[in-house]
């Protein structure tokens, strides 16, 4: 690791994707008229739909996911940060991306078709991040995609023409509104953790507390929708900028750092430990909050145990292939160039 790695950050991603493994058990067991709720809905719900829907509140899935957008968007402009802009930077950042993300993705993919016996025209576009069928979280890895290109024109347009991100998040808010897509509604939270960067004062702990009610409650207080989700992404901003401002122990602690290390392939193989679980033991609908626990434990330990050895023998190795596609073409170009044949 990095001296310069925040492991705090680390942390919370992993804290963010046990909160999806565990929210989706929720939905899961309780079924999805809970997770649909809002506050103004509390009075005609029963006592179980209604217990659920606080599971949803305080363990969100929805509202992590859209934590991993901000944070991919900070630490990727980190990444860029004092880059010289060329087409060798392009062709080493696409490399490292793909190489970050496919590899877990191919090795999930191919384990859920085989299980649930999937085509192998839906296992190649899990894998591929082309469709979401079998896998539901690669809608998020393909909005990821999308993010990542953005941050970096965005970092290309600050540091070539002075491109204010600013802009970039009128411009993206705008377009969120003229045009909800999944593939496009999130991108104002890309923008938003690439001015992290540059608004380090303004993270204080009163905007800590804020940013959880807003990222915890939006969905709850004023219902699903753009401005939910645009408030979610307000939240975030302020919790991934104060924990990259001020870190936290807790965050950085053994238990949270070992799910910060796991944290991709256990978002991408949750699924595959529900779906197994379920072949022997029927808990879809029953709306029981010992079996949602339950549930919760068994997919979370079997999950965590598949993701160690994703994270050894797929996931760190595809990074390093990654490092070396980089260097090899690097060293081409360099070979090809006056300076170094002479």
């Not at 890309?190 to 009163?206: E, K, Q």
Request: hydrophobic share 55%; with cysteine.
């Amino acid at each position: 690791m990095s001296q310069n790695r925040n492991a705090s950050l680390d942390g919370l991603r992993g804290l963010a994707a046990l909160c999806v493994a565990i929210g989706h058990c929720a939905t899961n067991v309780g079924g999805m008229s809970p997770y649909l709720l809002s506050v103004h809905d509390l009075t005609t719900a029963s006592w179980r739909d209604t217990g659920f829907r606080l599971i949803h509140v305080f363990i969100n899935a929805d509202a992590a996911v859209v934590l991993f957008f901000v944070l991919s968007g900070y630490v990727l402009t980190l990444s860029l940060a004092n880059a010289q802009f060329r087409f060798a930077s392009l062709s080493a950042y696409v490399i490292r991306r793909a190489f970050r993300l496919l590899p877990a993705a191919i090795v999930s993919a191919v384990l859920i078709g085989v299980v649930i016996n999937a085509s192998w025209t839906d296992i190649l576009g899990a894998a591929f991040l082309l469709d979401y069928k079998i896998n539901g979280p690669i809608w998020s890895l393909q909005v990821e995609v999308i993010g990542s290109a953005l941050v970096f024109l965005l970092a290309v347009l600050t540091a070539q023409w002075r491109w204010s991100p600013l802009a970039a998040l009128a411009v993206t808010v705008s377009a969120a509104c003229y045009y909800p897509h999944y593939l496009v509604l999130f991108l104002p939270a890309f923008v938003l953790g690439a001015l992290i960067r540059d608004t380090r004062p303004l993270f204080r702990g009163s905007l800590l507390v804020a940013g959880l009610l807003a990222l915890l409650l939006a969905d709850y207080v004023i219902g699903r929708g753009l401005a939910a989700r645009l408030t979610q992404m307000i939240g975030a901003f302020f919790i991934v900028g104060y924990v990259a401002t001020h870190s936290a122990r807790v965050l950085s602690s053994s238990p949270v750092k070992f799910l910060g290390d796991i944290s991709y392939p256990f978002y991408l193989m949750h699924i595959l430990s529900i779906i197994l679980i379920e072949r022997f033991i029927t808990l879809a609908g029953t709306k029981s909050f010992t079996a949602w626990l339950g549930l919760s434990i068994a997919v979370v330990v079997l999950t965590a145990l598949m993701s160690m050895i994703i994270r050894r023998f797929v996931e760190i190795p595809g990074i390093r292939m990654g490092s070396r596609s980089i260097s090899l073409a690097s060293l081409r170009l360099n070979s090809s160039s006056p300076e170094f044949r002479q």
